[in-house]
């Protein structure tokens, strides 16, 4: 997969008219926005929260939005620019950088696919393709199915009928069922006195070979970073995976679980149906979470848990005086 892809445009605006009131060693204006652990050389990141510290002493970046008091986690070749809301100057910052972000604008250069340039593509009746978009042999895409601009279809996918995709790089043999909604706008805004601050959603949604996504799914694109299913990941109907999520490979996700955004998964985690995680959680390699529990709290490796708030499975039914042999 072309993993180098960018979905929004951007403008060039100067370091220091960005900030005015700092000083910069030089005044760049084509740097890249990222978060803490995928922040280069020229980059500008943003550490806001604590919990983060271990990724900000690693971090990259040559400039970083951040608080005074988390000023002394950051490198000392990681120029610091003091804010008193991190997330808010971000919103400001990302929306002059990437005007169109903050909200999902209709595609405009939708079209019927010229078949002669997808000659080993099948397409259903009324499919719509965007400009540059790209689709591998033997993939078929069914009827209604709407594909925008730039977006990017390993070969040997199956994309059912009445599914929308944008923002989206997919890899091969994914099979993405009827009704999903992919690469749209998360649910992301900072709350003003008299008029919310929609949080510009720059990122992407990554999906990785042989993974199944089932019918009326959704799957937002990240909001700086990426939103990444992992391979051979499977998840069932109605599954909502906010902004940012990280899914590892080989998971089981049954119905109705809701990923809050920047959680992460690990490999090998079975989650039972209408179970939640809430965000910026990380679950480990080999946990299974059971059926409608709720996850407020990080997971470690190998755990079995249950309930809400989800507790290990033997406190549960300890708690719950639950017979084995029932």
């Given at each position: 997969m072309n993993e180098k892809i960018n979905f929004f445009k951007k403008k060039l605006i100067k370091i220091s008219v960005l900030f005015p009131k700092e000083k910069f060693e030089k005044?760049?204006?084509?740097?890249?926005?990222?978060?803490?652990?995928?922040?280069?050389?020229?980059?500008?990141?943003?550490?806001?929260k604590i919990k983060y510290k271990d990724l900000a002493i690693k971090t990259k970046a040559s400039y970083c939005l951040t608080k005074q008091r988390n000023k002394q986690f950051l490198p000392s070749k990681t120029k610091?620019?003091?804010v008193d809301n991190v997330l808010f100057e971000l919103a400001k910052l990302l929306k002059k950088i990437y005007p169109y972000a903050d909200i999902?604008?209709?595609?405009?250069?939708?079209?019927?696919?010229?078949?002669?340039?997808?000659?080993?593509?099948?397409f259903g009746n009324n499919v719509l393709l965007g400009k540059n978009v790209k689709v591998g042999k033997n993939s078929v895409i069914g009827t209604n199915s709407i594909i925008e601009q730039n977006v990017t279809i390993g070969d040997n996918c199956i994309i059912g009928s009445n599914?929308?995709?944008?923002?989206?790089?997919?890899?091969?043999?994914?099979?993405?069922?009827?009704?999903?909604?992919?690469?749209?706008?998360?649910?992301?805004?900072?709350?003003?006195?008299?008029?919310?601050?929609?949080?510009?959603h720059i990122g992407r949604v990554i999906i990785n070979d042989e993974v199944e996504i089932a019918a009326g799914c959704t799957i937002d694109r990240g909001s700086v970073g990426d939103t990444i299913i992992g391979k051979n990941t499977y998840l069932?109907?109605?599954?909502?995976?906010?902004?940012?999520?990280?899914?590892?490979?080989?998971?089981?996700?049954?119905?109705?679980?809701?990923?809050?955004?920047?959680?992460?998964?690990?490999?090998?985690?079975?989650?039972?149906?209408q179970a939640g995680v809430s965000g910026h959680l990380?679950?480990?390699?080999?946990?299974?979470?059971?059926?409608?529990?709720?996850?407020?709290?990080?997971?470690?490796?190998?755990q079995i848990v249950m309930g809400y708030p989800a507790i290990s499975l033997k406190d549960f039914m300890k708690n719950n005086k639950v017979d084995k042999d029932e």
């Open positions: 005044d760049v204006s084509n740097f890249n926005i990222k978060p803490l652990n995928e922040a280069g050389l020229g980059d500008l990141t943003f550490f806001d610091c620019i003091i999902d604008y209709p595609d405009l250069s939708l079209k019927k696919p010229v078949k002669s340039k997808f000659k080993k593509v099948k599914v929308i995709i944008k923002n989206t790089i997919m890899g091969k043999n994914v099979v993405i069922q009827d009704n999903c909604k992919i690469g749209l706008k998360g649910f992301g805004f900072i709350p003003l006195k008299d008029k919310n601050l929609k949080f510009p069932d109907n109605q599954v909502h995976v906010a902004h940012n999520v990280k899914i590892g490979s080989n998971c089981m996700i049954a119905g109705q679980v809701g990923f809050a955004g920047s959680s992460v998964i690990g490999n090998n985690v079975s989650i039972g149906g990380n679950i480990g390699n080999n946990v299974k979470i059971g059926g409608g529990s709720g996850v407020v709290k990080n997971i470690k490796d190998n």
